[in-house]
């Protein structure tokens, strides 16, 4: 009996008559769900970004949280200082939206997720 746990949590279990067609299944079935490093999508996309030398200069800190996610201005803004050079946290953006009550000069790095 061969049994395959997915990632959804269900379980697939094959019975066979032989273990000869179980080997056979078995390497069949890896030959088509295992891929080498180089059959990714990741891998072979080369795509090239005019005029943009990282991921940040092309995302829109506006456009992405008040139109595409429909935050609404009136409870958050977005603050452009406090790590403006990262020199707060290298690892963190250098801009956040928070809370409008957040004050201009604290020292707290928000986290923002939207339910």
């Not at 066979?16 to 490093?37: I, R």
Request: glycine share 6%; proline share 4%.
């Amino acid at each position: 009996m061969l049994e395959i746990w997915c990632k959804d949590l269900r379980t697939l279990r094959f019975r066979f008559e032989s273990v000869n067609s179980a080997l056979a299944f078995s390497h069949s079935l890896q030959g088509h769900s295992c891929f080498l490093k180089g059959d990714y999508f990741a891998y072979h996309n080369h795509e090239v970004f005019p005029g943009a030398p990282n991921g940040w200069d092309i995302f829109d800190w506006k456009k992405e949280f008040f139109e595409r996610q429909g935050v609404h201005k009136r409870y958050w803004r977005l603050v452009t200082k406090v790590n403006h050079q990262y020199e707060q946290c290298r690892s963190y953006p250098n801009q956040f939206i928070v809370p409008k009550a957040v004050k201009d000069g604290s020292t707290f790095f928000p986290v923002f997720s939207k339910d």
